[in-house]
Nanobody, 123 residues
Framework: QVQLVESGGGLVQAGDSLTLSCAAS????????MGWFRQAPGKEREIVAY???????YYADSVRGRLTISRDNVKNTVYLRMNSLKPEDTAVYYC?????????????????WGQGIQVTVSS
């Protein structure tokens, strides 16, 4: 079992930066791809970025160049550094751990989810 707890969200202005953290407890993360998803009001939950167990990364087109995902397997923590935030980045952000050895962008490839954390970007 893996438990995930997000932190670092809040209210910021457009152009500001924010770093989300996801602390994991339970089984080690080194064999799992870790992803960040987000869900805006009235929209589907979508992948933002992932960092795979082999350190490869993926970014959605809408965030590439502004967001950076990283992981610290010793601390069992995943980070999402968000720069140049835009109002359209406003959403609840979820940390997720994939099934062992899986790499992908689909929600059904992720077995464990955090409770979500709100990020609001004002214009």
């Amino acid at each position: 079992q893996v438990q995930l707890v997000e932190s670092g969200g809040g209210l910021v202005q457009a152009g500001d930066s924010l770093t989300l953290s996801c602390a994991a407890s339970g089984r080690i993360l080194s064999t799992r791809t870790m992803g960040w998803f987000r869900q805006a009001p009235g929209k589907e939950r979508e992948i933002v970025a992932y960092v795979a167990w082999n350190s490869s990364t993926y970014y959605a087109d809408s965030v590439r160049g502004r967001l950076t995902i990283s992981r610290d397997n010793v601390k069992n923590t995943v980070y999402l550094r968000m720069n140049s935030l835009k109002p359209e980045d406003t959403a609840v952000y979820y940390c997720a751990a994939a099934q062992q050895w899986r790499i992908g962008v689909r929600r059904d490839e992720y077995a464990y989810w955090g409770q979500g954390i709100q990020v609001t970007v004002s214009s």
